[in-house]
């Protein structure tokens, strides 16, 4: 069961019994064995599932409770704590990093369950908090894991050691971490090995690298889509190895819930971060109730507030922007910008998700992944133009053929797909300097978020937005109607 099959299951049993006339112990009791059975069929470990009938059980005292919104307000929020306190992994300081003193970072898992590209988001993330994070690659086993590592580490900018010809991962391991704390890198990063499956010789292998690093944290990443194998494959690696968090991964896709919850029962460490997707910046911290909420189809605000933020242009950059633009000096280089600040924001559908009330009405699948497929490719047109060609504002500089030549040999594409491009651009330029017109920026995007100025900071967010991307999410009058919704929420 997907994850938002399982939120949707939870909401249905609560929903049921807010409907019962009375709520009595009967009546919670279906509620909670429903709820139950939605658990185990996503894949949460029977024990925990139990625990959490219990828990729920005892936090709720069906006789003594006044009115009947009263009690269904008790039960939901009894049901919520006891899935934060599933996902309650102990103290989180533990897994954070010291300044200023080289931290040794061990990834683990099976193969395939996404270490490498972790790993690259990790450093990725820490390299933009100021940390200066270094690659090891101590994988010899999988052919080919070297160059994975290292081109991850090249697109992402940060120093990376392996071997073509050293076959024992402990040794170069051990190299690669006194290399890079010579160099005074603070984050050394290990990547290990993986194998299809839990064998003894990938746990002995994961000791030896463990005795010959001391790391200060190993990381388990966990493929989110495993299913009921979850709770066993996360306490092998526990048992073997000083496993503190876990990573869960590919989110985006059909991942079950219940793996999530499992992990952290396994290894009694706390989740850290979420892969939700193959680039480098489909990775977020993970947050238990928000995690929680979005399960149980409350939908997360917060997260998406979080994303825009990180996307959007710091403000002074912000404030030439709007100004340049409401001059109408709209360059190829904003559009390229804004191109990549929607690619950054991830596949729409993620966004939408995460917006409540919306995350059933999603669009038909493939078609954000055509308009990214060709945002892309116009990007790829633009990396072949020179700067003075980014930042000129006139379409005269499509008139001449040998450019339009330049761009498509540049580019590996056709003229016409160039002409394509010039279509876009005009078509962006107006729309933008027309909507742009008088629009005054979003203040309190960057202070405290309440609900009131959230829905306004929504609001003109999506004026922001490219106008086919507004048409995607279902024009301003849904935008709209979503707004009430929200409001109506929180
Ligand atoms: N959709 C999605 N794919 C992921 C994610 N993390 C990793 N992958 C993909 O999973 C595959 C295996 O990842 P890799 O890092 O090589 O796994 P490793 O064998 O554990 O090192 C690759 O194709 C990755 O692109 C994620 O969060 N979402
Ligand atoms: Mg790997």
Redesign the pocket.
């Known amino acids: 069961m997907v994850l938002a099959e399982l939120g949707q299951r939870i909401s249905h049993a609560l929903a049921s019994m807010s409907a019962a006339p009375v709520i009595d112990e009967a009546v919670l009791d279906a509620c909670l064995k429903e709820i139950a059975t939605a658990l185990l069929q996503a894949d949460v470990n029977v024990k925990l599932v139990a625990n959490m009938r219990n828990g729920v059980k005892k936090r709720v005292n069906v006789e003594q409770m006044a009115g009947g919104l009263n009690k269904q307000r008790v039960v939901e929020k009894a049901v919520f704590e006891e899935l934060c306190s599933m996902l309650d992994g102990g103290d989180s300081k533990k897994t954070e990093l010291k300044k200023n003193k080289p931290n040794v970072v061990m990834?683990v898992?099976?193969?395939?369950?996404?270490?490498?590209?972790?790993?690259?988001?990790y450093a990725f993330m820490h390299k933009k908090k100021g940390f200066k994070p270094a690659m090891v690659c101590a994988?010899t086993f999988?052919a080919g894991?070297f160059d994975?590592l290292k081109q991850n580490a090249t697109k992402a900018q940060i120093p990376f050691y392996g071997s073509y010809q050293e076959t024992d991962p402990a040794l170069i391991a051990a190299q690669g971490v006194e290399r890079f704390k010579e160099e005074k890198r603070d984050l050394i990063i290990v990547?290990t090995?993986?194998r299809h499956k839990q064998e003894e010789a990938l746990f002995e292998e994961m000791r030896q690298v463990a005795s010959a690093v001391k790391p200060d944290h190993v990381i388990f990443?966990m493929?989110?889509s495993i299913g009921q194998a979850a709770y066993d494959q996360a306490k092998a690696f526990h048992d073997s190895v000083d496993v503190g968090q876990v990573i869960i991964?590919?989110?985006?896709?059909h991942a079950r819930g219940g793996g999530a919850l499992s992990a952290v029962a396994a290894t009694r460490s706390p989740i850290t971060f979420?892969?939700?997707?193959?680039h480098m910046h489909?990775?977020e911290p993970f947050q238990t109730q928000k995690f929680v909420a979005r399960l149980l189809g409350k939908g997360d605000l917060g997260g998406l507030i979080d994303k825009m933020k990180d996307v959007m242009p710091e403000e002074e950059q912000q404030e030439e922007l709007i100004n340049k633009i409401s001059k109408g000096e709209f360059s190829l280089r904003i559009m390229y910008d804004q191109f990549a600040n929607i690619m950054r924001m991830g596949p729409m559908s993620q966004v939408m998700s995460m917006i409540p009330g919306l995350s059933n009405m999603m669009m038909p699948p493939g078609h954000e992944k055509e308009s990214q497929a060709r945002m892309k490719k116009y990007m790829t047109i633009m990396d072949s133009m020179t700067d003075k060609e980014l930042d000129s504002t006139s379409t005269k500089i499509f008139s001449e053929e040998s450019r339009i030549m330049r761009w498509a040999r540049g580019s590996g594409t056709s003229p016409q797909e160039v002409q394509l491009l010039l279509e876009e651009y005009k078509r962006l330029s107006k729309a933008f300097t027309t909507t742009m017109k008088g629009m005054k920026l979003p203040k309190n995007l960057k202070g405290d978020m309440n609900p009131r100025n959230m829905q306004q900071s929504i609001a003109q967010m999506s004026k922001m937005l490219p106008p086919n991307m507004l048409k995607m999410m279902g024009g301003p009058n849904a935008l709209q109607n979503m707004m009430k919704q929200m409001e109506g929420k929180f």
């Not at 898992?109 to 988001?121: E, I, P, S, V």
């Not at 991964?249 to 896709?253: A, E, F, I, N, R």
């Not at 979420?274 to 193959?278: F, Q, V, Y």
């Open positions: 990834f898992g099976l193969q395939g369950a996404g270490k490498t590209t972790t790993c690259t988001k994988d999988r894991a994975q990547d090995s993986g990443v493929d989110g991964t590919k989110l985006d896709g979420i892969g939700t997707g193959e489909e990775f």
